[in-house]
T-cell receptor, first 112, second 115 residues
């Protein structure tokens, strides 16, 4: 019940394309859904986050789509760039806390 | 400004030894978290401090793991009688409030290798 399942494990996208990463959860008490970006040797950095009262949030080239009834959410990276090559993690938490449950990660490679 | 600082960046120790990992959070952040990240996995929650007290230590795997934050700033994660399975990157994070949408700021972690 505490798991967040993330797919795909790895993804290769051409420069300028759209990268899509999906996550699913079971615990309906989750009320905060962030996405983190991690480069090798660095800690995760917050990209964008959403609450379940909205279905979509956009910040620059990054968009979260949220489907409450399906208990799924996804990250879309528009106009993907080689600098976006990194590992991406979805996460979830509840009761407004930052005790995050992370997905397994997606290694994204953007080919020039 | 300075981010979350973790020292050492790498630590190699022998099985059975004691280790201490240090975290300096962003100045003024009241909440501090420890996570553990195994190779190819997402971070896993270990413990959370609000001020000086451990608000939630439910993620500590067993009693060999202990963390302190005596003055509400720097924190130390202590691991006794280390085992090879403890090898991982230990991440520290801080946030301004520890609630709501107050974002977590992660350090670059300490890579612990138990031989």
């Amino acid at each position: 019940q505490q798991q967040v399942k993330q797919s795909p494990q790895s993804l290769i996208v051409q420069k300028g394309g759209i990268s899509i990463i999906n996550c699913a959860y079971e615990n309906t008490a989750f009320d905060y859904f962030p996405w983190y970006q991690q480069f090798p040797g660095k800690g995760p950095a917050l990209l964008i986050a959403i609450r379940p009262d909205v279905s979509e949030k956009k910040e620059g080239r990054f968009t979260i789509s949220f489907n409450k009834s399906a208990k799924q959410f996804s990250l879309h990276i528009m106009d993907s760039q080689p600098g976006d090559s990194a590992t991406y993690f979805c996460a979830a938490s509840w009761q407004g806390a930052q005790k995050l449950v992370f997905g397994q990660g997606t290694r994204l490679t953007i080919n020039p | 400004g300075a981010g979350v600082s973790q020292t050492p960046s790498n630590k190699v120790t022998e099985k059975g030894k004691y280790v201490e990992l240090r975290c300096d959070p962003i100045s003024g952040h009241t909440a501090l978290y420890w996570y553990r990240q195994s190779l190819g996995q997402g971070p896993e929650f270990l413990i959370y401090f609000q001020g000086t007290g451990a608000a939630d230590d439910s993620g500590l795997p067993n009693d060999r793991f202990f963390a302190v934050r005596p003055e509400g700033s720097v924190s130390t994660l202590k691991i006794q009688r280390t085992e090879r399975g403890d090898s991982a990157v230990y991440l520290c994070a801080s946030s301004l409030m520890g609630t709501g949408d107050s974002p977590l700021h992660f350090g670059n972690g300490t890579r612990l290798t138990v031989t």
